[in-house]
């Protein structure tokens, strides 16, 4: 089920945080702009050290706070980890992750034929399935070097 897609621009992230009442903040918009900015899925913890140095006031509290809210109004998700902390990605269509079992990076990917798997019969019995993602697991380029 495709739930809406990426926002690749503050305008239309604006747009949505005012229809959910939430109110726009520098630092909201900052949070979400990093998370745009980043390819591998970050926690929030990662999102915070990088902010930290610009805004001085912002607590981890606060990022991850916010990071939750925004997978509460649909505009992020909360990724599939293994154990570790949240990870968030913004990216809210279709895809398939790829984990580095070394550096904990998740990098999305794309393919047709995933989205066609078929669900067993079993999993029918027991579940209204509303979304389906591939996971596979790996060692990325920088941590074969
Ligand atoms: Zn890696
Ligand atoms: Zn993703």
């Known amino acids: 089920m495709q739930t809406g897609s990426r926002i690749d621009n503050i305008q239309e992230f604006t747009q949505i945080c005012r229809e959910h009442r939430l109110k726009i ?3 909201r918009i900052a949070i979400y702009r990093e998370l745009l900015n980043s390819d591998t899925h970050p926690a929030a913890d990662t999102i915070y050290q990088i902010l930290k140095k610009e805004y001085t006031n912002i607590s981890f509290d606060t990022v991850n706070r916010t990071l939750l809210t925004f997978a509460k109004i649909g505009i992020v998700e909360v990724v599939e980890t293994f154990g570790g902390a949240k990870r968030f990605d913004p990216n809210v269509t279709n895809h398939h992750h790829i984990h580095c079992s070394q550096c904990g990076k998740i990098l999305d990917f794309y393919s047709r034929a995933y989205d066609k798997l078929a669900v067993p019969d079993g999993v029918y019995e027991q579940f209204q399935v509303v979304s389906k993602r591939v996971i596979l697991k ?6 074969r070097q």
């Open 25 to 27: 903040t520098p630092q």
């Open 138 to 143: 790996g060692i990325c380029k920088d941590c």
